[in-house]
Nanobody, 120 residues
Framework: QVRLVQSGGGLVQAGGSLRLSCAVS????????VAWFRQAPGNEREFVGA????????YYADSAKGRFTISRDHAKNTVYLQMNSLKPEDTAVYYC?????????????WGQGTQVTVPS
């Protein structure tokens, strides 16, 4: 059984930074790719970025390029989403997902979600 437990998030002023964590436990059936998605109220879920099993490759949506960085610590089985220069439009519930085709999925396992709020 694969389990993803997220932490981090919260409220940050525009221009600030946050780091989200996604701790992965259990063995995936195939790929160890981990991705981040987000969903704002009234919007569909949006792909943010992904990191492959080795950590050598990352892929970002245009909205995240240059501001967000995905990394992974294999010793801790944890994947991070570092978000800098945050904007009000980044406000959403962020989800990590695992065991999918790099980079866009589909993904089989999902975290519980964490709220990120950037007031305008």
């Amino acid at each position: 059984q694969v389990r993803l437990v997220q932490s981090g998030g919260g409220l940050v002023q525009a221009g600030g930074s946050l780091r989200l964590s996604c701790a992965v436990s259990g063995r995936t059936r195939g790929s160890d790719t981990v991705a981040w998605f987000r969903q704002a109220p009234g919007n569909e879920r949006e792909f943010v970025g992904a990191i492959d099993s080795s950590g050598a490759r990352t892929y970002y949506a245009d909205s995240a390029k240059g501001r967000f960085t995905i990394s992974r610590d294999h010793a801790k089985n944890t994947v991070y989403l570092q978000m800098n220069s945050l904007k009000p439009e980044d406000t959403a519930v962020y989800y990590c997902a695992a065991d999918g085709n790099y980079p866009n999925g589909p993904y089989d396992y999902w975290g519980q979600g964490t709220q990120v709020t950037v007031p305008s």
